[in-house]
């Protein structure tokens, strides 16, 4: 089964500092999401990522496939990117649900103005 | 339109209650899930529908029983819950090619 950890569990931020959440898998991929929830429960999906580097606006995910790596960065960080960031792996090789997606337990950040 | 609907955004119910939750995506995606998600705790699969059909059933209680009438909308039957069923239930879908899940804003269930 891919174990998916995720780092911070907690993280407390001024406005406009610069934001790294990291995510860990154990085995081998084919994708890996970034996902955006905010209190109220919907969900966002903010990136798809099976190699490299992608942005979007001030949101920065990377992905090192050697090191099962993965980061999402937040540039001039706003209290509006408060949310829980998860993050959630398609591994063929594994578990993870009938869709293969094992998910991590998510980042609670909070941008403090 | 490139949204998942769900209603209701809330729900309270008794334990004998029957009620149902509603999603529903008009973007011509052929795989549906259901996810319920505990406070602070991920998004845990349900169901997977694909082409209509229920293609995978993650052992969950007989008191769940999704039906997906056609291909934009997709229901998920209650009845004769237990308190610890509530939770955020979270409707999703998947384009017929590509990774990228689009999720509703989900159905908070409250069972009293």
């Known amino acids: 089964k891919n174990e998916v950890e995720q780092s911070p569990q907690n993280l407390t931020a001024q406005e406009g500092e610069f934001i790294t959440i990291n995510c860990s898998y154990s085995?081998?991929?084919?994708?890996l999401h970034w996902l955006q929830q905010h209190p109220g429960g919907g969900i966002v999906s903010l990136f798809m990522?099976?190699?490299g580097k992608k942005k979007h606006g001030r949101l920065i995910a990377t992905i090192n496939i050697q090191e099962k790596h993965s980061s999402l960065h937040i540039t001039a960080s706003h209290p509006r990117d408060s949310a829980v960031y998860i993050c959630?792996?398609?591994?063929?090789?594994?578990?993870?649900?009938?869709?293969?997606?094992?998910f991590g337990k998510g980042t609670h950040l909070i941008i403090q103005p | 339109d490139t949204e998942v609907t769900q209603t209701p955004k809330h729900l309270v119910m008794g334990m004998t209650n029957k009620k149902s939750l509603k999603c529903e995506q008009h973007?011509?995606?052929?795989?549906m899930y259901w996810y319920k998600q505990k406070a602070k705790k991920p998004p845990e699969l349900m169901f997977v529908?694909?082409?209509?059909?229920?293609?995978i059933n993650e052992s969950v209680p007989s008191r769940f029983s999704p039906e997906c009438p056609n291909s934009s909308l997709l229901n998920l039957h209650l009845h004769a819950l237990q308190p610890e069923d509530s939770a955020l239930y979270l409707c999703?879908?998947?384009?017929?090619?590509?990774?990228?899940?689009?999720f509703g804003s989900g159905t908070q269930l409250s069972v009293l």
């Open positions: 529908y694909s082409y209509e059909k229920l293609s």
């Open positions: 990522l099976s190699s």
């Open positions: 973007m011509g995606h052929r795989a």
């Open positions: 959630a792996v398609r591994s063929p090789y594994s578990g993870g649900g009938a869709d293969g997606l094992t």
């Open positions: 999703a879908s998947r384009p017929p090619t590509g990774e990228k899940l689009f």
């Open positions: 085995v081998g991929i084919s994708a």
